[in-house]
């Protein structure tokens, strides 16, 4: 009896992963979808008159100033930017490009001439 249970378990388990197939989503479809967000955000945003930064809008239960609930809403945004760039350096493993200075190369950084300031 346990077998079969165990093994029904396992089976129900293995048809539910087989049934689920991940969309195709290539760069250009991810890039299209960063694009449009940050458009309604900054579009949001730029909406905005200087007398409604002060004004309160509760968040989970929780009072904020539009000012705040801005700042709230990056940080939350930086997370899963992180967390985008994590998925994105593991996927790619030692094809990997380091987004800042590699690890191990701080040294050499040091050494370079720095680059004039952009206009």
Same mark, same amino acid.
Not at 21 to 31: E, F, K, N
């Given at each position: 009896?346990?077998?079969?249970?165990?093994?029904?378990?396992?089976?129900?388990?293995?048809?539910?992963?087989?049934?689920? $197939?991940?969309?195709?989503?290539?760069?250009?479809?991810?890039?299209?979808?960063?694009?449009?967000?940050?458009?309604?955000?900054?579009?949001?945003?730029?909406?905005?008159?200087?007398?409604?930064?002060?004004?309160?809008?509760?968040?989970?239960?929780?009072?904020?100033?539009?000012? $705040?609930?801005?700042?709230? $809403?990056?940080?939350?945004?930086?997370?899963?930017?992180? $967390?985008?760039?994590?998925?994105?350096?593991?996927?790619?493993?030692?094809?990997?490009?380091?987004?800042?200075?590699?690890?191990?190369?701080?040294?050499?950084?040091?050494?370079?001439?720095?680059?004039?300031?952009?206009?």
């Amino acid at each position: 009896m346990r077998a079969r249970i165990v093994t029904g378990l396992f089976d129900s388990i293995w048809r539910k992963v087989a049934l689920w $197939q991940p969309p195709h989503v290539t760069r250009a479809d991810v890039l299209r979808w960063w694009e449009e967000g940050w458009a309604i955000v900054l579009g949001a945003i730029d909406a905005l008159k200087p007398e409604d930064i002060m004004h309160t809008v509760t968040i989970r239960g929780e009072p904020h100033t539009v000012l $705040q609930a801005i700042n709230r $809403q990056i940080a939350h945004y930086a997370a899963h930017v992180g $967390q985008m760039v994590f998925l994105a350096k593991h996927l790619r493993s030692n094809e990997w490009k380091s987004l800042t200075i590699p690890r191990g190369k701080s040294e050499e950084f040091k050494k370079m001439a720095p680059k004039p300031p952009k206009p």
